[in-house]
């Protein structure tokens, strides 16, 4: 069973359209983190969310922790050819705070 | 400077082979990890170390075994190689433990295949 449920698994948009990918799980986390990682790279942080209703930009890019803390999500807004990489989701379980589990990530492609 | 560093970056080797990837951080962080990402780019924590001290060992078969000779290294040896064991091998760093208002640093990986 994987704790970190993300969707959609790909997404292939063109330039200058808006997307949202999810984050869920049935568990509560501590905070949860997004992670952008480029082709040969590895993951490099974007935002770390903590409190439940947050919400954080990073220029296009919108971040939102659920109320609950079981869920986030990740919008982008006019999306560019630059965007397109693997997203991560990942985060420490409220009574397991030591250990961060990844999601599967969403693979996102935003054609020019 | 790369902040964390490992090597080699790709490795082909064959099965049954013993070999090993080395993973240095310059960051001053006390926690390094080893994560290995499959082919479906499912990214799994595989070790952690604080302080040269072993925290997480996530039922990795006996044939891994980490080494931590000090803070700033954290080398990864895998014995009697298998098919099943090709795949990026990440290694990380972070300040401290824990996940709540930490980052974790990682390598650009190591691609290891076994034929």
């Known amino acids: 069973t994987q704790l970190l449920e993300q969707s959609p698994q790909f997404l292939s948009i063109q330039e200058g359209e808006n997307l949202t990918v999810y984050c869920n799980s049935s568990?509560?986390?501590?905070?949860l983190q997004w992670y952008r990682q480029e082709p040969g790279e590895g993951p490099v942080l974007l935002v770390t969310v903590v409190t439940g209703g947050e919400v954080k930009k990073l220029k296009r890019l919108t971040f939102q922790f659920g109320d609950a803390r079981k869920d986030s999500s990740l919008h982008i807004t006019a999306a560019q050819p630059g965007d397109t990489g693997l997203y991560l989701c990942?985060?420490?379980?409220?009574?397991?705070?030591?250990?961060?589990?990844f999601g599967k990530g969403t693979r996102l492609h935003i054609l020019p | 400077d790369t902040a964390v560093s490992q090597t080699p970056k790709y490795l082909v080797t064959q099965m049954g082979n013993d070999k090993s990837i080395k993973c240095e951080q310059n960051l001053g962080h006390d926690t390094m990890y080893w994560y290995k990402q499959d082919s479906k780019k499912f990214l799994k924590i595989m070790f952690s170390y604080n302080n040269k001290e072993l925290i997480i060992n996530e039922t990795v078969p006996n044939r891994f075994s980490p080494k931590s000779p000090d803070k700033a290294h954290l080398n990864l040896h895998i014995n009697s190689l298998e098919l099943g064991d090709s795949a990026v091998y990440f290694c990380?760093?972070?300040?401290?433990?824990?996940?709540?208002?930490?980052?974790?640093?990682f390598g650009e990986g190591s691609w290891l295949t076994v034929v």
């Open positions: 568990s509560v986390f501590s905070s």
């Open positions: 990380a760093s972070s300040p401290r433990q824990g996940v709540t208002g930490n980052t974790i640093y």
């Open positions: 990942a985060g420490g379980e409220e009574n397991r705070d030591d250990k961060i589990i």
